[in-house]
Each structure stands twice: as structure tokens, then as C-alpha cells.
């Protein structure tokens, strides 16, 4: 059973998913505003948030954004709800750091596969023979207590951008297609984008600083964990991999010129 905290200012959403996240054995606390919906965070610390983005006081991604820079709280996964189901508005949601992202109107049987994928990355893997904290150039990966670091500096990372971290690091030197990701990482086969990936691996890449050129774009294809760190220190088109995932260019996330643009502006609109 899981404590879910459920954000959402429409009275009938809230309602069938108390009813349907209690039957499936889960305790749920409900809040129809962004502050009431923090409040319930900091103080009961559940295993998963569920957020509208419309909401009448906070917006989404303001609650978003400060359960992210709260060190108590950060590492909870949210699952967004959203009427905008652009794809656009979808990767801002994710470059906020959102774990997931559905769209209203929603299949509720598809949201709770959803939640059960969600929690499921969230919770420690069974143990294996593996050593448990490794060292692979300037990163430090301790499995068992899901904490990294790049040289001395710990980063703060979601449970899916660890499981995204430890994916790419065990498969390292093969290349991993966006849709065998979503498969491995995101643990269910939905209707989700593959530009998807690319909006948490272009995050993931940003907070590991100094080692981010040990994940390499393979245009076209996907992702690649470098097989050796001094790998890395001779890559002088690092400037053109990143193109594939979230540039400034816009190409690695398929949007037009005039979508890119406007980037910025669904930014601020969703505040």
C-alpha cells in the first residue's frame, strides 16, 4: 500500500480517484488547491503525488517547482494531470520534473497502470550480486542507498532519473533505442512519446555537471553510456550530440521553428 496525495480542483476527478487508488489498497490524502496540496506533502510525505495543473491558487508547475527544491520532499514522484496535451506543454512538465504526464480526459485504467509503474521505480530493486556502490571516472553510483555523486558533490536525483542513471550505466557501450527505455525505465508499454526520454535525459544530463559527457546521443537512434570515462575528455562534438536531446535547436524534440518559440512563452503560462 501507498500514501498518494491526489491535487486537483475538479471535485469529480478527485472522487473517482479516492474511489478507484483506495480499492487498489492505497491511502489517499485529497486537496483541491496548489498550497493545501503542499501542505499535505510536507507534513504526511507520501510515496506519490498526483498533480492537475490548473489549479485556482498555485499552479501545477509552481508546486512542482518548489516540492523539487525542498530537500524533504524532492525525491517524491509526481504524476501530472493536465488538459494540454501538447507536446510541448508535456516536456515542460518533465523539465520541471515530473515523472510522468497524463492528459484530460484520461482512461482511468490507463492512470492506474500508471501509478503502479511509477511507484514501482520509485521502490528499492530486489538485491542482486552486484557490487553496490561503484566508481566510473568522476561518478559514484550507490545502488542500495540511491544516492550519486560527481566528484564530491551528491546530486539530488528523482527515483526515475536514478533508475534512467543505472540503466544507461549497466548497459554501458550499447546503444539503447528511446523506445527500449520507455519499455525498461518507464516499465510500461503506453502511449507515452519517446520525446519523452529525451526531456529526462537532457535533465539527468544538467544535473550530472562535470560527468554529463559520459551519456552520448547516438543521432537518430538513441543513448549510449560511454564504455570507458576518458572517453568522454576526447569528445569535441559533445556541442552537436545534444541536439538530439533538447537543444536549443530544437531538433531532438521534432518541434517547428515557430513551437520553439513559443517554448518559452508555455513556460510562462503555465505559472
Given amino acids: 500500500m501507498a500514501k498518494i496525495v491526489v491535487v486537483d480542483d475538479e471535485q469529480d476527478i478527485l472522487e473517482v480517484l479516492d474511489f478507484n487508488l483506495k480499492k487498489a489498497g492505497h491511502e489517499v490524502l485529497t486537496a483541491s488547491t496548489g498550497r493545501d496540496g503542499l501542505e499535505l506533502a510536507l507534513k504526511r510525505n507520501p510515496d506519490l503525488i498526483i498533480l492537475d495543473l490548473m489549479l485556482p491558487d498555485l ?45 484530460k480526459p484520461f482512461s482511468v485504467r490507463e492512470l492506474m497502470l500508471r501509478v503502479r509503474a511509477v511507484l514501482g521505480r520509485s521502490r528499492p530493486a530486489p538485491a542482486v550480486k552486484r557490487p553496490l556502490a561503484v566508481q566510473f571516472g568522476r561518478l559514484r553510483i550507490d545502488r542500495e542507498a540511491h544516492r550519486v555523486w560527481v566528484d564530491q558533490d551528491e546530486l539530488i536525483l528523482t527515483a526515475l532519473e536514478f533508475k534512467l542513471l543505472v540503466t544507461l550505466f549497466e548497459r554501458r557501450n550499447r546503444v539503447q533505442t528511446r523506445t527500449s527505455l520507455l519499455e525498461h525505465v518507464w516499465g510500461i508499454h503506453a502511449h507515452i512519446s519517446t520525446r519523452t526520454v529525451d526531456a529526462h535525459v537532457k535533465r539527468l544530463r544538467e544535473k550530472l555537471a562535470a560527468a554529463r559527457d559520459y551519456v552520448e546521443t547516438v543521432r537518430g537512434v538513441g543513448y549510449r553510456f560511454k564504455e570507458d570515462p576518458e572517453e568522454a575528455g576526447s569528445d569535441e562534438a559533445h556541442g552537436s550530440l ?11 524534440y521534432g518541434l517547428d521553428p515557430g513551437a520553439l518559440g513559443r517554448r518559452s512563452a508555455v513556460a510562462e503560462r503555465h505559472t
Fill in 59 to 103: 499552479s501545477g508547475t509552481e508546486v512542482c517547482r518548489t516540492i523539487r527544491a525542498n530537500t524533504d520532499i524532492r525525491q517524491v514522484p509526481i504524476l501530472m494531470l493536465s488538459a494540454r496535451g501538447d507536446e510541448i506543454d508535456r516536456v515542460v512538465g518533465f523539465e520541471l520534473g515530473a515523472d510522468d504526464y497524463v492528459t
Fill in 242 to 252: 545534444d541536439a538530439d536531446d533538447g537543444s536549443p535547436t530544437g531538433a531532438g
